[in-house]
């Protein structure tokens, strides 16, 4: 009871740090609205200004960030899931182990995404003259924004793909733990699951192909 009784108030204090640092977020957010408000300066708190103000390297260069990030973020969520449950049905039933490091697998290929995604994305960003960048300012604009949600994209996907890879494996190792025929039924459910991360890498290259921030 004991045990339990800790566990229980670890979550509950771990849920309540998560919603005091969101209202801690929201409260700091708002007292800087309301400062520039009432200072007669509420012009200056203009979102569009600070998007605009960042440069296109930027972005871009964040989206390369989460894209890989979250990535390995995802790949790494699925692999502690699964492998948890392979080791732990393990000891039941030895003969498990090998078959289900399948689902370690499709969750490493997660991570794979978004190093494919990143090399693509990096290849578009290049030193460029002050001459061109004036020329060319709403195409890098642009371009920076697509290589970012290209990026963000990417990683949202993977991360999803990961936790739900990692779920769905965790799941077949259980199962065939109980009973081998069950082994096969779950894997086309894992398939499924693992071709979630390759709709986020297609819609990805096609947002971020040639969109170079570069002179040439």
Same mark, same amino acid.
């Given at each position: 009871?004991?045990?339990?009784?800790?566990?229980?108030?670890?979550?509950?204090?771990?849920?309540?740090?998560?919603?005091?640092?969101?209202?801690?977020?929201?409260?700091?957010?708002?007292?800087?609205? &309301?400062?520039?408000?009432?200072?007669?300066?509420?012009?200056?708190?203009?979102?569009?200004?600070?998007?605009?103000?960042?440069?296109?390297?930027?972005?871009?260069?964040?989206?390369?960030?989460?894209?890989?990030?979250?990535?390995?973020?995802?790949?790494?969520?699925?692999?502690?899931?699964?492998?948890?449950?392979?080791?732990?049905?393990?000891?039941?039933?030895?003969?498990?182990?090998?078959?289900?490091?399948?689902?370690?697998?499709?969750?490493?290929?997660?991570?794979?995404?978004?190093?494919?995604?990143?090399?693509?994305?990096?290849?578009?960003?290049?030193?460029?003259?002050?001459?061109?960048?004036?020329?060319?300012?709403?195409?890098?604009?642009?371009?920076?924004?697509?290589?970012?949600?290209?990026?963000?994209?990417?990683?949202?996907?993977? &991360?999803?793909?990961?936790?739900?890879?990692?779920?769905?494996?965790?799941?077949?190792?259980?199962?065939?733990?109980?009973?081998?025929?069950?082994?096969?039924?779950?894997?086309?459910?894992?398939?499924?699951?693992?071709?979630?991360?390759?709709?986020?890498?297609?819609?990805?290259?096609? &947002?971020?192909?040639?969109?170079?921030?570069?002179?040439?």
């Amino acid at each position: 009871m004991g045990v339990y009784d800790s566990g229980r108030g670890g979550k509950g204090s771990y849920a309540i740090g998560c919603y005091a640092a969101y209202v801690i977020t929201l409260l700091v957010f708002i007292a800087i609205g &309301l400062f520039y408000m009432f200072s007669g300066r509420g012009s200056e708190f203009d979102v569009g200004w600070v998007l605009e103000s960042i440069s296109s390297y930027t972005w871009a260069c964040i989206g390369i960030a989460i894209a890989i990030s979250f990535s390995v973020l995802g790949a790494a969520w699925g692999m502690f899931i699964t492998g948890a449950s392979i080791v732990g049905a393990g000891v039941k039933a030895p003969r498990i182990k090998t078959k289900n490091l399948v689902s370690v697998i499709f969750c490493e290929a997660v991570a794979i995404y978004g190093i494919i995604i990143a090399i693509i994305l990096v290849q578009n960003i290049d030193d460029t003259t002050p001459e061109d960048w004036l020329d060319n300012y709403n195409t890098y604009i642009f371009n920076g924004y697509c290589l970012f949600f290209a990026g963000l994209l990417t990683g949202m996907c993977n &991360l999803a793909c990961g936790i739900c890879v990692g779920i769905v494996g965790s799941g077949a190792a259980l199962a065939d733990a109980q009973n081998g025929e069950l082994f096969v039924r779950i894997l086309v459910i894992e398939i499924f699951g693992s071709a979630i991360g390759l709709f986020g890498v297609i819609i990805a290259v096609l &947002l971020g192909n040639n969109r170079k921030i570069s002179s040439s």
